[in-house]
């Protein structure tokens, strides 16, 4: 995607953060709803804060969404959930080499940057030592989209998932929690 250009970053503008959402699915892993500004406006209540930085050579843009948290005594940590968007480990050394910088730069009390990039190609533990990278355990629980045919009946359908999903189905309908068919309109996309 950066070719041979090294990107450079920014704080994204109040214009690009009111189409947040629309720049997240333009970036070249396809987008992810973790770096979108309702996954952003649900962290924040966790007392996470949000960060929309943009990440760009003359031609190329990415959207990045980084949740920041103090973590006492250490400093503040910098997760990017499902992200930086790219999709190739080379734009992901360039993106990452760029976020290093900044947040060193701009940002001294940071002790740890987590990225979670959809890097289509399998990566080796040496490519990632050479990089002085770490791969971590992932954090987010759903690493993969679930379709569900809609023509069975609801106990085949929960017969068809891992007995972890027939568990936090079966949770939430004990809470309370009721799925229910809205209207696909702006107003219901947009309820948090």
Not at 86 to 102: A, I, N, T
Not at 107 to 131: G, K, N, W, Y
Not at 133 to 156: F, R, Y
Request: with cysteine; aromatic share 10%; glycine share 4%.
């Amino acid at each position: 995607m950066f070719k041979n250009d090294m990107p450079t970053i920014r704080t994204a503008l109040p214009g690009e953060i009111q189409y947040w959402n629309e720049l997240v699915i333009k970036n070249p892993d396809g987008g992810s709803f973790l770096q979108t500004r309702e996954f952003a406006s649900l962290k924040e209540k966790e007392h996470w804060e949000s960060r929309y930085l943009i990440i760009e050579t003359g031609h190329e843009k990415v959207a990045v969404l980084a949740l920041c948290r103090y973590v006492f005594p250490l400093g503040e940590l910098w997760y990017f959930p499902k992200g930086p968007g790219v999709s190739e480990y080379d734009d992901f050394k360039k993106v990452y080499q760029v976020c290093r910088e900044y947040i060193v730069k701009n940002h001294p009390r940071v002790f740890l940057m987590q990225c979670e990039p959809e890097i289509s190609a399998a990566i080796t533990m040496e490519t990632l030592r050479q990089d002085n990278l770490t791969l971590a355990p992932s954090i987010q629980s759903s690493s993969s989209t679930v379709i569900l045919p809609l023509q069975d009946s609801i106990e085949d359908m929960l017969a068809s998932v891992s007995k972890r999903a027939r568990y936090y189905i079966r949770l939430g309908q004990r809470e309370g929690i009721e799925a229910r068919e809205v209207e696909p309109t702006e107003d219901n996309f947009r309820k948090v």
